[in-house]
């Protein structure tokens, strides 16, 4: 069993609270962090392998290092607790269970970017999480913690999956619509309030405190060559015990399944997505990867959010592919046209499909829009968009043509529920 | 043209300027402030957005810009309170819809409606993460996990 790091104290029930922070050793990582030159903890960071928890999996450290250094205005810190990615909850768990540890680790990335107020991006739907991590706040001010080189400001959100991307989340936090910026200038150069900026996920900056307490080699030793660590899996779907599950970045997709408590359903497993909703679906054959960020983009796939959402035998890949196609239609910006269009078409297309009136040709136009739009656009969405579409026609392509062969009159199991817009 | 007057109190006003004071530009605080709008004034009509387009110096198509794109921001009276049922992959391979289906029927309402007496809106909403208590929804601003018709049952009728 991985010892936990990022879990350890999420069953007390004062968890969330600065004296139980304290007991546990809370804040001194920080008290060492403030011994040191900003351009060392950058450094102990960038030997940790500590990569991106978010989703993208950029090396934390060299993020940090694309400050300019002749920058002598503001720099900002911007914690990205916009949860939205579907499949994923453990960001829910860090800040109301443990919002300290992200505190703390704000302190120390402060220091290693020269950053005197940072900013806490929760997605409005959290009110909980906001309430409990604004208290925390408001405990480590009165502690003298913030207040003397940092301010914390904690920002709500107002629904919009896409503020879960960098530079959306920085118009949103701008008061704008969230929309992508181009990209360069690259947030570290020019970013919030034109500013340099560094956007990190809440749990890849609750590491940062085990970092430097415990140095970048035990950091690095808990992962893969490449990743260091352990993270937070968040596992739903057909599981027998779905929840948040930390473990070694090294973990492969089986064991992590069986932690899980194995398949549900059936028992019999068909498909697992290993990285929140974009990520390309898995066979139940191709399980036997690690879940580090190069080990799943080698089996052509993405570590993402570490968001896993099994699928046993029973489940209609068709609708899942209803479902995932109308949320990429409901959250897409509109900024780019491949995107807005795409999504749009795409997800009327599945419940066309679905509903039995699919056409032969739909599965080749599907993919073929997908294929053509994939990179033509400002930010990832749509990139991660076309994840659940090619990957779930290209590997159960017989269950579609089973709904599209015989022309109008098959029926899906369920009626699909009408979508908003 | 509407004739309600939309204004804050002078203590809300002096929240608006604290709000302002916190970021590099005033304006960061506008989704804040509208979060604040909506719970003085039970949503943001247009009369608001041009409100509060006046305390940041901002056109009211600016504010009309950020109010349509978030969710969570309605420009329509709401119900005094708002259940919002997840409908993502993992709530949906849980049921999703036939919670869906139990809601609307318990209370005679179809998604973005408001149940006659001003009670709830109904809405059918995209992944809140809380993927490993599915079927969950959101009932203002608390999460209700591992919803099956009879739990869905007692919590509608706490709704008052």
Not at chain 1, 261 to 282: E, M
Request: aromatic share 8%; hydrophobic share 40%.
């Amino acid at each position: 069993m991985t010892e936990k790091i990022l879990t350890r104290n999420f069953d007390r029930a004062d968890a969330h609270t600065l004296g139980a922070y304290r007991e546990t050793g809370g804040y001194t990582g920080w008290e060492k962090a403030r011994t040191m030159e900003p351009a060392g903890i950058t450094e102990e960071v960038k030997k940790a392998n500590l990569r991106g928890l978010g989703g993208a999996g950029f090396p934390t450290g060299m993020k940090w290092s694309f400050v300019p250094k002749n920058h002598t205005g503001p720099v900002y810190l911007v914690i990205n607790a916009d949860e939205g990615e579907p499949g994923t909850f453990k960001d829910r768990y860090l800040l109301e269970r443990d919002p300290h540890a992200l505190i703390d680790g704000m302190l120390i990335a402060a220091r290693a970017v020269r950053c005197e107020k940072a900013f806490v991006y929760i997605r409005g739907e959290y009110v909980e999480p906001y309430r409990r991590f604004a208290a925390a706040v408001k405990e480590a001010y009165e502690a003298g913690l913030l207040g003397d080189g940092l301010d914390i400001v904690v920002h709500r959100g107002a629904g919009a999956y896409i503020c879960g991307e960098e530079t959306g989340l920085i118009s949103s936090l701008e008061g704008k619509k969230g929309w992508p910026k181009v990209k360069p200038p690259f947030p570290a150069i020019k970013g919030a309030f034109g500013m340099p900026t560094i956007v990190n996920n809440v749990e890849t900056i609750a590491h940062v405190p085990h970092i430097v307490n415990r140095g970048a080699a035990w950091f690095a030793g808990l992962g893969t060559k490449t990743m260091g660590g352990t993270r937070i899996y968040s596992v739903s779907g057909r599981v027998k015990r779905p929840g948040i599950y930390e473990e070694s970045v090294g973990i492969t997709l089986r064991q992590l399944i069986d932690r899980a408590g194995g398949v549900s359903g059936n028992g019999r497993l068909k498909g697992v997505v290993p990285g929140g909703s974009s990520a390309p679906i898995l066979r139940a054959d191709e399980i036997d990867v690690t879940m580090d960020v190069d080990g799943l983009r080698n089996a052509g796939t993405m570590a993402g959010s570490a968001g896993v959402i099994v699928m046993d035998e029973t489940v209609s890949i068709p609708e899942a592919l209803m479902v995932v196609a109308r949320f990429y239609a409901h959250e897409s910006c509109g900024q780019c046209t491949p995107c807005r269009e795409s999504t749009g078409w795409i997800y009327k297309m599945s419940e066309r499909i679905l509903s039995g009136h699919g056409r032969k040709e739909d599965l080749d136009t599907i993919l073929d829009v997908a294929k053509r739009g994939a990179g033509t656009t400002i930010c990832a969405f749509y990139d991660g968009a076309v994840g659940p579409y090619i990957s779930y026609i290209e590997k159960f392509r017989d269950e579609f043509e089973a709904l599209v062969t015989d022309g109008a009159g098959t029926r899906a199991r369920a009626t699909p529920a009408p979508v908003a817009r | 043209m509407t004739t309600v007057r939309m204004e804050f109190s002078a203590e809300q006003l002096a929240e608006v300027r604290r709000l302002q004071g916190l970021y590099p530009d005033p304006r960061g605080a506008l989704l804040p402030v509208l979060h604040m709008a909506q719970d003085a004034f039970g949503h943001i009509p247009l009369a608001a957005e041009e409100y509060v387009a006046g305390l940041f110096g901002l056109s009211p198509a600016h504010v009309h810009e950020v109010v349509t794109f978030y969710t969570l921001y309605f420009q329509q009276p709401k119900g005094r309170h708002v259940v919002a049922i997840c409908h993502n992959i993992s709530c949906y391979l849980a049921g999703a819809p036939r919670i869906l289906e139990h809601v609307k029927q318990r209370l005679g309402v179809d998604v973005d409606e408001t149940t006659d007496d001003g009670r709830v809106t109904l809405q059918s909403v995209e992944c809140l993460c809380a993927c490993e208590h599915a079927p969950m929804m959101q009932v203002d601003d608390r999460y209700e996990f591992d919803l099956n018709p009879e739990k869905v049952d007692r919590i509608l009728a706490r709704l008052r």
